[in-house]
């Protein structure tokens, strides 16, 4: 499901000693000690609280000093406080603009870096993947709060994708596009399952209609979006 694992991004400005890390990780030492040698560490931030972006954070503070910054301030450390909508980070030279885009969970942020290159970067964590479509972790994530944050994500425009999960994507735009045409997809074959087996058909029995070749592995994330899309499309309200 973290398909290559987990990527741990150190942000530098040009001319600044200084480095911002982005998801630390699970708990793994030598990762952690790689990340604290490429420091001065001044800051470590987090998209969200899955464990595969969280684990090592408390563990990156000891190494570093550093506070740890999240939305769900359980995954505060150090000193650091809960982040922002719409705040502008300053630190180690670098200024970093907080987006808040709950779907894939209620506490997801996206990283917009406006200096980063011609159209800027942004670091979506989970929301956006390098690499297939991301779960909703359905009842914490939403596809309401999702579809919205997709189109907050959109009016950044061209700007490069620098997934928390495969590789580095080099057109916002478009990646939004194709995730929103993926989820209406996904809406209109549920829909047809549900005209088929009944408006109040089960989760696993949809999942069996819609995701008949879905991997074992990955059976869980399958459900779990299915709960998500049904919830939308029986009137369930967005999780703000």
Same mark, same amino acid.
């Given at each position: 499901?973290?398909?290559? $694992?987990?990527?741990?991004? =150190?942000?530098?400005? !040009? %001319? /600044?000693?200084?480095?911002? &890390?982005?998801?630390?990780? #699970?708990? *793994? ?63 180690? $030279?670098?200024?970093?603009? =907080?987006?808040?885009? !709950? %779907? /894939?969970?209620?506490?997801? &942020?996206?990283?917009?870096? #406006?200096? *980063? ?124």
């Amino acid at each position: 499901m973290s398909l290559d $694992g987990t990527n741990s991004y =150190v942000l530098r400005a !040009p %001319g /600044h000693q200084g480095a911002v &890390v982005v998801d630390p990780g #699970p708990l *793994d030492e030598a990762h952690l000690k790689a990340l604290a040698a490429a420091g001065p560490v001044k800051l470590i931030l987090v998209t969200h609280r899955h464990a595969d972006h969280t684990a090592g954070s408390s563990r990156l503070r000891e190494l570093t000093g550093a506070p740890v910054r999240a939305a769900d301030p359980n995954h505060c450390h150090g000193g650091g406080h809960p982040l922002v909508e719409g705040e502008t980070i300053l630190a180690a $030279g670098l200024e970093i603009r =907080v987006m808040a885009t !709950p %779907g /894939h969970t209620s506490d997801s &942020v996206c990283f917009q870096l #406006p200096g *980063d290159g011609p159209h800027g970067s942004v670091l979506t964590g989970d929301t956006i993947l390098g690499r297939g479509t991301t779960m909703l972790d359905y009842p914490d994530g939403s596809l309401g709060d999702y579809l919205a944050s997709l189109d907050t994500l959109e009016a950044l425009g061209e700007a490069t994708v620098l997934p928390a999960h495969g590789p580095a994507l080099t057109s916002l735009t478009d990646i939004v596009g194709s995730y929103r045409s993926h989820r209406l997809d996904r809406l209109g074959q549920i829909r047809d399952a549900l005209d088929r087996l009944g408006q109040d058909a089960a989760v696993r029995d949809v999942t069996d209609a819609v995701y008949s070749d879905v991997d074992p592995s990955v059976r869980r994330a399958a459900e779990t979006s299915v709960a998500a899309q049904l919830h939308y499309l029986r009137g369930g309200s967005a999780r703000h």
